[in-house]
C-alpha cells in the first residue's frame, strides 16, 4: 500500500517558532499602557502588517522594472511621485492596485513621529490605494481593505495627538520587525506572521475566535484529502472561507501555480471577508488568481458562474439557523432539491453540505468540517443522509479529536463526498485519540496527519481504528454515519487478578487498622494531658506568666506580589503563583501561569517563592487560605498573593502555619467576608495576634499536629486506594455474575 509521510524539517519549525512568538511579542507590546485590548487591536496590527506587505511588494516589482530596463541601483520608494505616475496603469494592471512612492509604508514609518496628522495621512493613503482600483479588474479585489482600520476610532485615544501617539508606535514597531534570517531559510515570512496573528487573536478572543480561523493542522490535513492523488487541480472553494486559511494551504499541499484556475471563496462576516482578502496578498495570491466574496452562501451564492470545482474544503458554522421551510422557494433551489427535504431550519449544517455537492465536479473531491450531530439525527437530516449514501456520495467519515478549534471544545468529523466512485465502499476512521497537546488545545502531529491521510488513501482495514462497509450496511444501521457505530471501539478495561486484588484490599485494611491507632494514641495523650516530653511543665517553666500574644507584624515579615499582566502570561518560562493556586493547605502547580522576565522590570529577588516558603490569598473566594510551597523549583508571587516570612529567633516557620491554618475563616471575616473580600496587609500584620511560646514549645507542638497530620493524610491516601479497589472489586464480580459463561451465553 502506498503511503505518504508528512516530512518537517526540525531547523526551519524552530525558526518558524521563534517567529511566530517575536511576532506575537511585538503585537501584544503594541497595547498602549494597557488602554487598548490586544484582541480589540488586531486590526490595526494586521492592517499594518498588510500595509507594509504591499509596500514591499510593488516596491519590489517596481526596482525589477527598471533592472530590466538598465537602470541600476533604482529604488522606487526614492522616486519622485511625479516620476512614478508614467507607471500607474502599467503597475495596476500588473498587481490591481498604485501606491505613490510618498505612501509607501517605510516612508510614513519613517516619518510618523513627526507628523502631526499622521491619522489624516494614514486615511488619505489607504483610501488613495483602494480607489487606484476603482474601473479595473481588481477593484472588488481591492475595495474596502482598509475598511477595519479606522485612524480616527476613539479606542484608539481620546485625542488626535494619542492616537497619533499609538498609531506610529504600530508603525515603528512593524517597520522595524527584521525578516531577513527568516527570509534566507525559506519562510513565507508575512504568510506565516499573518496567519500566527490570526491565530493568536482566535486563541484569545473566547468563543468567538474559531468563527474567523480553521487551525492550520486541520485545513492542511483537509486539503491534502481534497487534493489527493492530484499534481494539480483547476479552482479550490469554500463557501465560508474565514480568513481564507483552508484555501490558503492548497499552496503547501499542490503549490500555488498548480491551483490553475484560483481560489474562490465567500464569507458573510464584512470584517473576516477583508481578513481572508489580506490574506490572499500576503501568500502572494494575485488579485486575478483569487475571487473572494461577501455575502449569505445559503441565500445568495456568488460564484455560480464558477462552479464546478476539482476541489472543495469547508468549516461551515455549527448547526446555525437557516430559512429552510420558511422559504417556500429553497425546495426547488438546484443546490437543495434532489434530497426532497431541506435541512432543518435551527440547524444549516446539511445546507451547507448539499450545497457543496451541488457545485462539486464529477471528478472532484469535497473534505468538510461537521458538527458531530449530523451524522445520526433523525427527521430531515437522516433522509438527507439517506439521500447522500443511496446515490454513493459518501467516501469517508472521520471522527476528530476533541478540543482541536478555537471557541469550542467539541470533537467535530470530517465528511469526505465524491461524484464518482469506483465502489460502493465507506470508510470510517476513528481518529479521536490522534493529537498531541499544545497549550490548553489538541493539536495534529505531523505523525496523526499521516496515519489519518494514509489510512483514508488506502481504505485500511486497522483493528479500533478505520473499518470499511457498504452502503447497504450502512442503510442497515438506517443511514447512521457515527464512526462509533462500524469502528469497534477498543477495550481498555483493566485485566483483574481477583486473588491478587483481595490480598491488596487485606492489606489496605490491615494497614489503615495500624494507622487509627497511632491516631488514637495521639488523640489519648493529648487529651490526658501528660506524655509529649512534658509540654505542661515546659510551658510553665519557660512561661511563668503565660504564654504572649503578639501581632503578626511584630514577628513576621509581609511580602506582597508583583502585577503581572495576563496578556503577558507565555506558554513557558518563570512560574507564576496566583491566588488560585493556593489551595488552603499546600500550593498547586498544575495550573499555572508563566511569564518572561524580559517584559517587565522589576527585582525579581522581592518577589522569589522558595521551598517552605508560606502563602496566603489576599483576595477573592479563596481570601484567608494559606499553603506551603513545596516545590524545588523557584516560583514568583503573582498580585494578591502574600509572603509571611517570621522572624526565626521568635517563630517556628511550621508554627505559624498551622496557626494561620486553624484561623481561616477568621481571617476570611477579617477581609470583610462577603462576595468580594479583601484582606489588606495593614490589618493582617496590625490587627491579626498569634500566641508566641517559646521556640522549645513551638517545636513541639509542631511535631505532634505534623505527626497527627502524616497520619491522617496517610490513612486519607489509603482509605482512597481500598474504594478504587473495591470499584475494581465489584466491576470484577458484576461483570463475571452477568456473563453467564457457563449456561450458553455469547462468548
Known amino acids: 500500500m502506498a503511503t505518504t509521510d508528512i516530512n518537517i524539517n526540525p531547523r526551519t519549525e524552530e525558526l518558524k517558532t521563534e517567529f511566530s512568538n517575536m511576532i506575537w511579542k511585538m503585537a501584544t507590546n503594541l497595547v498602549h499602557g494597557g488602554k487598548v485590548n490586544p ?26 522594472l527598471m533592472r530590466d530596463a538598465g537602470v541600476e541601483n533604482a529604488d522606487y520608494a526614492h522616486m519622485s511621485d511625479e516620476t512614478a505616475e508614467n507607471a500607474r496603469e502599467q503597475i495596476i494592471n500588473a498587481k490591481g492596485f498604485f501606491i505613490l512612492p510618498s505612501q509607501l509604508f517605510i516612508n510614513v514609518a519613517n516619518g510618523a513621529k513627526n507628523n502631526t496628522e499622521l491619522n489624516t495621512t494614514l486615511s488619505n493613503n489607504f483610501r488613495a490605494i483602494e480607489n487606484s482600483a476603482v474601473g479595473k479588474p481588481s477593484e472588488n479585489d481591492v475595495k474596502g481593505l482598509f475598511n477595519n482600520f479606522n485612524t480616527n476610532d476613539q479606542g484608539l485615544g481620546a485625542t488626535v495627538a494619542e492616537r497619533n501617539e499609538l498609531l506610529t508606535t504600530l508603525l515603528e514597531s512593524i517597520r522595524d520587525l527584521n525578516f531577513d534570517k527568516y527570509i534566507e531559510s525559506g519562510i513565507d515570512v508575512f504568510g506565516l506572521c499573518y496567519e500566527h496573528l490570526i491565530k493568536m487573536y482566535a486563541l484569545n ?22 487534493a489527493a492523488g492530484r499534481q494539480s487541480v483547476n479552482k479550490v472553494y469554500d463557501p465560508a472561507c474565514g480568513s481564507g486559511s483552508l484555501l490558503l494551504n492548497f499552496i503547501r499541499v499542490v503549490g500555488a501555480k498548480n491551483v490553475k ?56 458554522p455549527y448547526s446555525v439557523p437557516w430559512d429552510g421551510d420558511s422559504d417556500a422557494t429553497l425546495i426547488n433551489d438546484p443546490r437543495f432539491s434532489p434530497a426532497g427535504v431541506l435541512a432543518p431550519r435551527s440547524k444549516a449544517d446539511f445546507a451547507f453540505t448539499m450545497h457543496m455537492l451541488s457545485w462539486l465536479s464529477a471528478e472532484g473531491t469535497a473534505a468538510i468540517v461537521e458538527f458531530p450531530g449530523v451524522l445520526y439525527r433523525s427527521g430531515a437530516e437522516q433522509k438527507i443522509r439517506k439521500y447522500l449514501v443511496s446515490n454513493n456520495f459518501v467516501d469517508t467519515i472521520i471522527q476528530m479529536p476533541q ?19 469506483a465502489d460502493n465502499r465507506v470508510c470510517f476512521i476513528d481518529a479521536s485519540n490522534e493529537f498531541i497537546h499544545e497549550g490548553n488545545k489538541n493539536k495534529l502531529s505531523a505523525e496523526n496527519i499521516s496515519k489519518i491521510y494514509n489510512t483514508y488513501m488506502n481504505k485500511e482495514e486497522i483493528a479500533h481504528f478505520s473499518h470499511v462497509v457498504t452502503t447497504s450496511d450502512i442503510a442497515e444501521e438506517d443511514y447512521n454515519l457515527s464512526v462509533s457505530t462500524y469502528v469497534e471501539q477498543r477495550d481498555t478495561r483493566e485485566k483483574i487478578d481477583i486473588n491478587e486484588l483481595n490480598a491488596r484490599i487485606a492489606e489496605i485494611v490491615s494497614r489503615e487498622e495500624l494507622l487509627r491507632k497511632d491516631i488514637d494514641e495521639i488523640v489519648a495523650k493529648v487529651g490526658r494531658r501528660c506524655s509529649m516530653k512534658g509540654l505542661d511543665e515546659m510551658i510553665k517553666e519557660l512561661c511563668p ?3 504572649e500574644f503578639v501581632k503578626l507584624g511584630e514577628c513576621c515579615n509581609f511580602v506582597n506580589g508583583f502585577a503581572f499582566k495576563s496578556t503577558k502570561f507565555k506558554e513557558k518560562g518563570d512560574t507564576i503563583i496566583r491566588i488560585t493556586n493556593i489551595n488552603g493547605t ?34 477573592g473566594a479563596t481570601t484567608g487560605k494559606v499553603g506551603i510551597y513545596n516545590n524545588k523549583t523557584v516560583a514568583y508571587l503573582n498580585q494578591r498573593v502574600g509572603k509571611i516570612v517570621p522572624d526565626k529567633s521568635k517563630l517556628v516557620n511550621r508554627f505559624l502555619y498551622h496557626i494561620l491554618l486553624s484561623k481561616t475563616q477568621f481571617l476570611y471575616m477579617l477581609a470583610g ?24 514549645v513551638q517545636t513541639e507542638i509542631v511535631r505532634i499536629l505534623d505527626k497527627f497530620t502524616s497520619l491522617e493524610a496517610e490513612l486519607e491516601a489509603g482509605l482512597e486506594a481500598e474504594l478504587d479497589c473495591r470499584k475494581r472489586q465489584y466491576e470484577y464480580y458484576r461483570d463475571k455474575l452477568l456473563s453467564f459463561d457457563n449456561v450458553g451465553g455469547k462468548k
Open 39 to 64: 484582541v480589540q487591536f488586531m486590526d490595526y496590527t494586521l492592517g499594518g502588517l498588510f500595509y507594509r506587505f504591499i509596500s514591499e511588494n510593488i516596491t519590489d516589482y517596481c526596482n525589477q
Open 205 to 226: 478572543s473566547g468563543t468567538k475566535g474559531g468563527e474567523f480561523y480553521t487551525p492550520g493542522d486541520v485545513s492542511y490535513l483537509l486539503a491534502m484529502i481534497a
Open 261 to 316: 484556475d484560483g481560489f474562490y471563496g465567500q464569507e458573510i462576516n464584512m470584517k473576516t471577508y477583508n481578513l481572508c482578502r489580506m490574506n490572499m496578498f500576503l501568500h502572494n495570491v494575485n488579485y486575478d488568481h483569487f475571487d473572494i466574496q461577501n455575502g449569505d452562501t445559503l441565500k445568495n451564492p456568488l460564484h455560480e458562474c464558477d462552479e464546478p470545482f476539482d476541489a472543495i474544503v469547508s468549516n461551515p
Open 403 to 421: 478540543n482541536l478549534f478555537f471557541g469550542t471544545s467539541i470533537a467535530t468529523c470530517l465528511l469526505i463526498l465524491k461524484k464518482n466512485k
Open 545 to 547: 506568666d503565660g504564654v
Open 586 to 619: 499546600g500550593v498547586d502547580v498544575n495550573d499555572v501561569k508563566y511569564f518572561d522576565k524580559s517584559d517587565y522590570k522589576a527585582n525579581w529577588q522581592t518577589f522569589e517563592i522558595h521551598k517552605g516558603d508560606i502563602l496566603i490569598a489576599m483576595s
Open 673 to 696: 467576608g462577603g462576595a468580594q473580600p479583601n484582606l489588606s496587609s495593614t490589618k493582617l500584620m496590625n490587627v491579626f495576634e498569634i500566641p508566641l511560646p517559646p521556640i522549645e
